[in-house]
């Protein structure tokens, strides 16, 4: 019989004053998972959009698709992808082919932040961008959970001039600490004009998770033959016209962690480079804050607010209401 575990739970769609931590059944492993005590688990942004409505989602529901801890079975350290939600708790029944062991050398709070964001970062470079060794590359959302990772593999893999938007003076000074040659305001007018200043001509790879307005400004950023990958969008998606890739000669691809996930050998290719990275320092993610089991849905607050640089984290064994 299974035992019990806390979770922050959401029975209705709403602002994030809708989670409510409960005591409710520990999760049971079916075929091909095994149970893992959680340490930390992520908070990213599609759980904002599951929580508020945004995408359709049976209730109630656990979110949380990243998560680190222990795997029961043989007390190995390991972070995991899922797909399906659930990291908001204590225990999670996760996917053996989405589990991936940790080394030594990288701890538990940087590999929750590294594993979905890095991986995002590294799979939009070079899997859907086919970054070259010296070609410029810039980054929107630069100081954001995947932006702050993007700009330091970009560095990593041998880009050249790198060139990372932000929309506070605070959070462009952090993208240049990174390693960013030039930080840009993204709400800035003549946008494109200065991306191509920063770059001697334009860019040759653009990382987009904005769209909107940003999106078609990096868009006449680009340099013949330049690309612009979309990881995704603040609002609503934009349509680009294939007349507009011709005028420009300019390419414009997609990608979505999902098809890495479902990958099993492109996974752990992907995250054993990240781990190493990390494990010599040449990757640091920036944690903005971890917080208690009941404090998730002021980190969600946050977030939506933009007050957030790098990962935050739920550490889902505290709980401020608890402490006397």
């Known amino acids: ?124 470079l070079v899997l859907a961008g086919r970054l070259q060794r010296g070609e410029s590359v810039a980054v ?50 003549q946008l494109a004009e200065r991306l191509r200043e920063a770059t001697g001509g334009g860019v040759d790879l653009f990382v987009d998770s904005v769209g909107g307005a940003v999106l078609r400004s990096a868009m006449r950023g680009l340099r013949p033959f330049g690309r612009l990958v979309c990881i995704g969008w603040r609002d609503e998606p934009d349509e680009v016209s294939t007349e507009h890739l011709a005028e420009l000669s300019v390419g414009c691809v997609g990608f979505w962690m999902r098809h890495v996930v479902a990958d099993r050998r492109l996974l752990r290719t992907i995250t054993d480079q990240l781990f190493a990275l990390a494990g010599r320092r040449e990757l640091v993610a920036r944690i903005d804050r971890i917080v208690a089991l009941d404090e998730v849905g002021a980190a969600h607050a946050a977030m939506a607010a933009r007050d957030t640089s790098g990962k935050v984290l739920i550490d889902v064994n505290r709980e401020v209401g608890l402490l006397s």
Not at 83 to 105: K, N, S
């Open 1 to 124: 019989m299974s035992g019990r575990m806390r979770a922050a739970v959401v029975r209705r769609t709403g602002g994030p004053e809708v989670f409510r931590v409960e005591d409710v059944p520990e999760a049971v492993a079916g075929p091909g998972e095994s149970l893992v005590d959680v340490v930390f688990a992520g908070v990213n942004y599609e759980d904002l959009d599951l929580r508020s409505g945004h995408h359709p989602h049976s209730l109630p529901a656990v979110l949380g698709v990243d998560a680190v801890g222990r795997r029961r079975f043989d007390g190995h350290r390991v972070a995991v992808l899922l797909r399906q939600g659930g990291g908001y708790a204590q225990v999670v029944a996760a996917t053996d082919a989405h589990t991936v062991e940790l080394p030594d050398e990288v701890d538990d709070q940087q590999a929750a932040a590294l594993l979905e964001q890095g991986a995002t970062g590294y799979g939009a």
């Open 140 to 189: 929107s959302a630069a100081a954001g959970g995947v932006g702050h990772l993007t700009i330091q593999l970009a560095r990593s893999l041998g880009a050249g001039t790198v060139v990372g938007l932000a929309s506070t003076p605070e959070k462009r000074k952090l993208v240049q600490t990174l390693g960013a040659d030039v930080a840009l305001d993204p709400a800035d007018p």
